[in-house]
């Protein structure tokens, strides 16, 4: 079987890239990645040579040459990672957001009409869903949470959805989607609040949080969000939504004192900063069907995933310095090369 996965030089794809090689002995995988800025092939250099994978470097929104590529591999299985994902860029420059996030979902869903797949699998945000109040601890979001997005963003992830699900009812591709909550753990860019922290931290920069830091996330584990879109591959049902988190609330705020006292740094690094504008307060989610319907449940506390990320960041200085200095890029242009 071969699987098409794309943005796998990114964060989560290339976790799941290693997990589906290591999980599935018996299959196959191509990936798709255009190398933006959050794409760092240094990440999968340890697979590049696998007989197993193949690397291809092409922007998704590049219909020709993704029609080609899907003529020539005949994927059975499309799970697609590739998008512009940093809220902050987004309300900077929402057009990419707009190009990546949904043309290129739509050329990925064309070629996968074309080629026949078995599924189509479109990797989703809990924030589509927009956000929740803090003072309702009792609200959660389902599967049946209406659509309200905040960012472009947002917006663009929503937009991408409901191009999925009209491609699933009107031209039955078949389309399974998840939407999970916020991820961390090894390879994350160091744009994102936790490996931002750790970076700061390391070099006694300032910590900018945002507001007062109140906002509240739902913490999942990478390979736990890995693991769920593994069994959404093998027994979910097309056409369905599956929210994906751990009911892992926290606030900002105590993330970033947790991160400096684990690595023994003062809380005077902490510098409160201009709030994002939009900015969502609170996202927590319901995992409720994917547990009843599949037996998904996070397998990694959020106590020992965080140490174990901020001690993966401390032994793999190189990967995240490399991106600070820009040197990953010269990195990314000689591996391209090789594959
Ligand atoms: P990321 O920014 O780390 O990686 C994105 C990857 O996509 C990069 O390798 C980049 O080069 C590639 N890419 C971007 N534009 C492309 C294009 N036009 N063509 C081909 N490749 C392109 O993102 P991430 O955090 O790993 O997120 C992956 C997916 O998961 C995204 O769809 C995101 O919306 C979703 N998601 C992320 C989180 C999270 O907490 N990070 C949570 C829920 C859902
Ligand atoms: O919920 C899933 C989403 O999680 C994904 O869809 C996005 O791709 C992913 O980037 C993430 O979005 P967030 O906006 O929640 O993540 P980010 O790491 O940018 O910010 C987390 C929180 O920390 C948010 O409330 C903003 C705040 N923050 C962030 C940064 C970068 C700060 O206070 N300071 C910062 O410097």
């Known amino acids: 079987m071969t699987y098409l996965i794309t943005g796998g030089a990114g964060f989560i794809g290339s976790n799941f890239i290693f997990h589906m090689l290591e999980a599935h002995p018996e299959d196959r995988i191509v990936c798709v990645d255009k190398l933006t800025y ?3 092939l240094a990440t999968l250099e340890p697979v590049l040579d696998n007989p197993r994978f193949r690397f291809v470097r092409m922007d998704i929104c590049d219909r020709e040459a993704v029609m080609a590529l899907f003529r020539e591999e005949k994927p ?12 902050d860029r987004s309300i900077e420059n929402p057009g990419v957001f707009l190009e990546t996030n949904i043309l290129g979902t739509g050329v990925l869903m064309d070629a996968s009409r074309a080629a026949g797949v078995a599924r189509y699998h479109q990797v989703s945000t809990d924030e589509v869903y927009g956000d929740l109040p803090l003072d309702r601890p009792d609200l959660f979001f ?9 960012s472009p963003y947002s917006s663009s992830k929503a937009a991408a959805d409901l191009l999925a699900l009209s491609y699933h009812r009107t031209f039955g591709l078949p389309v399974t989607i998840s939407r999970c909550s916020n991820n961390y753990g090894p390879y994350q860019f160091p744009e994102k609040l936790i490996p931002l922290m750790i970076s700061n931290c390391l070099h006694d920069r300032p910590l900018p949080v945002y507001g007062e830091g109140l906002n509240v996330r739902d913490w999942l584990y990478v ?19 599956y929210n994906v988190g751990g009911h892992n609330e926290m606030r900002n705020i105590d993330i970033v004192r947790l991160i400096c006292r684990e690595l023994g740094k003062p809380v005077s690094l902490i510098t409160y900063v201009t709030d994002r504008k939009g900015h969502d307060m609170r996202y927590a989610i319901d995992p409720a069907k994917i547990h009843a319907e599949l037996g998904w449940l996070p397998q990694t506390r959020f106590a020992d995933g965080i140490v174990a990320t901020i001690h993966w960041y401390l032994e793999h200085r190189d990967w995240w310095e490399s991106i600070l200095s820009g040197a990953y890029r010269e990195t990314n242009e000689a591996l391209s090369v090789r594959v």
């Open 38 to 40: 959050a794409g760092n």
């Open 76 to 87: 059975e299985v499309v799970v697609n990672f590739a998008a512009e994902s940093h809220v």
């Open 142 to 150: 389902t599967e049946e949470t209406p659509l309200h997005t905040s």
């Open 223 to 241: 390979e736990d969000h890995c693991i769920a879109i593994d069994r959404i591959l093998q027994d979910g049902r097309v056409g369905q939504v």
